[in-house]
């Protein structure tokens, strides 16, 4: 059995949900895959920019909901691997990119909308569920599923 850890916080305008975005970056190696799941404009895209800002990608940070996925080039060699599956109906050819981007230790993997590729994800995934709690309110829940994402859930909490 895994043990499941959570961390939960509350955001009240973009700029903090990019703040917690960074504080995320900040404990990412590489390798990691992480799920966010929302409504539409619960935010997902929002924080995915503070991710990359903090990382230090100086380029706009856009859904890619028509192209699927975009990767950004960080200056120390790692990447972030972005998807957006909103329009997918099928894993497919992007479920098979998805699962190399999964096994290299060099990419950030950041999914929104992954239901379609559920079987490719890893059980120990970071899954970060976002609820609209009201016009500008966001909480988040960061749930692990196995010991790399744990570590993450952790390291948030303290
Ligand atoms: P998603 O990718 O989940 O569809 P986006 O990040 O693209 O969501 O859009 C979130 C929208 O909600 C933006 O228009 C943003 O300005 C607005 N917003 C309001 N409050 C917040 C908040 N606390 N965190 C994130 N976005 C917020
Ligand atoms: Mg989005």
Avoid: C
Wanted: charged content about 25%.
């Amino acid at each position: 059995m895994n043990s499941v850890t959570t961390y939960s916080a509350t955001t009240t305008d973009s700029d903090a949900t990019k703040a917690l975005g960074a504080k995320l970056a900040r404990l990412l190696k590489g390798g990691e895959a992480i799920e966010l799941s929302s409504d539409l404009g619960g935010g997902k895209t929002t924080f995915v920019q503070g991710v990359a800002a903090a990382l230090g990608y100086a380029e706009p940070v856009t859904s890619p909901t028509f192209t699927l996925s975009n990767i950004y080039r960080l200056a120390d060699g790692r990447e972030i691997h972005h998807y957006d599956l909103y329009r997918l109906n099928e894993g497919g050819i992007v479920g098979d990119e998805l699962a190399e981007d999964l096994a290299d230790d060099n990419v950030i993997t950041l999914v929104e909308w992954g239901g379609v590729v559920a079987g490719v994800l890893p059980e120990d995934r970071l899954r970060i569920d976002i609820e609209v709690t009201g016009d500008d309110e966001r909480q988040f829940t960061f749930v692990s599923g196995g010991p790399v994402s744990e570590r993450l859930v952790k390291e948030l909490s303290a």
